[in-house]
Antibody
Framework: QVQLQESGPGLVKSSETLSLTCTVS????????WSWIRQPPGKGLEWIGY???????NYNPSLRSRVTISVDTSKSQFSLKLTSVTAADTAVYYC??????????????????WGQGILVTVSS | SYELTQPPSVSVSPGQTARITCSAD??????AYWYQQKPGQAPVLVIY???ERPSGIPERFSGSSSGTTVTLTISGVQAEDEADYYC????????????FGGGTKLTVL
């Protein structure tokens, strides 16, 4: 059974860089796509981006200029960096296994396993 | 880009059927997916590819699609089904990216 665990600072200062890591167990990180998703307090879900172990990435257009997702296959981890954070970036950040499939001229993504989430607060 | 529109709330009594809708212009080109989220917990996938149910999800959860609207149906609602439900799809009109609906709070009366 796949398990994901987010880790990183729970408090980040405004204008600095948010850095989180997701550790994967029970599944090969090289066999799937992996995503970051966030949820501001009391609000809905927002997809941040996904990556494949080869280095291929895709980001939410609204965050693309500030986001980098990378992988360390030797540690079975993938990471999120979000630069120039503001209070609007305060959220619970989830990592998730992304079951991307492609065929018939289209791509499909869905998330079948999630980490427990980590609250990151941006302070001024 | 486009949005997935869900009703903010749905209320049903135990044993009744709850229907939660999700609509958008691009849905016929992409499948829809549904997640259940209980307070303080991570979301759980309950329906994928419009109507497929993952293993371990009760049979009372089902999904359907008609035109630009997909529907999550929960038959014989139980108290434990009270949660937020989110639909998810993808916007492939320009740069492909994943989107979520705003979420629906299901209240079991």
């Amino acid at each position: 059974q796949v398990q994901l665990q987010e880790s990183g600072p729970g408090l980040v200062k405004s204008s600095e860089t948010l850095s989180l890591t997701c550790t994967v167990s029970g599944a090969s990180i090289s066999s799937y796509y992996w995503s970051w998703i966030r949820q501001p307090p009391g609000k809905g879900l927002e997809w941040i981006g996904y990556m494949y172990y080869s280095g291929s990435t895709n980001y939410n257009p609204s965050l693309r200029s500030r986001v980098t997702i990378s992988v360390d296959t030797s540690k079975s981890q993938f990471s999120l960096k979000l630069t120039s954070v503001t209070a609007a970036d305060t959220a619970v950040y989830y990592c998730a296994r992304d079951r991307q499939v492609a065929g018939g001229g289209r791509v499909e993504n869905w998330f079948d396993s999630w980490g427990q989430g980590i609250l990151v607060t941006v302070s001024s | 880009s486009y949005e997935l529109t869900q009703p903010p709330s749905v209320s049903v009594s135990p044993g009744q059927t709850a229907r939660i809708t999700c609509s958008a212009d691009a849905l016929p080109k992409q499948y829809a997916y549904w997640y259940q989220q209980k307070p303080g917990q991570a979301p759980v996938l309950v329906i994928y590819k419009d109507s497929e149910r993952p293993s371990g999800i009760p049979e009372r959860f089902s999904g359907s699609s008609s035109g630009t609207t997909v529907t999550l149906t929960i038959s014989g609602v139980q108290a434990e089904d009270e949660a937020d439900y989110y639909c998810q799809s993808a916007d492939s009109s320009d740069t492909y990216h994943i989107i979520f609906g705003g979420g629906t709070k299901l209240t079991v009366l």
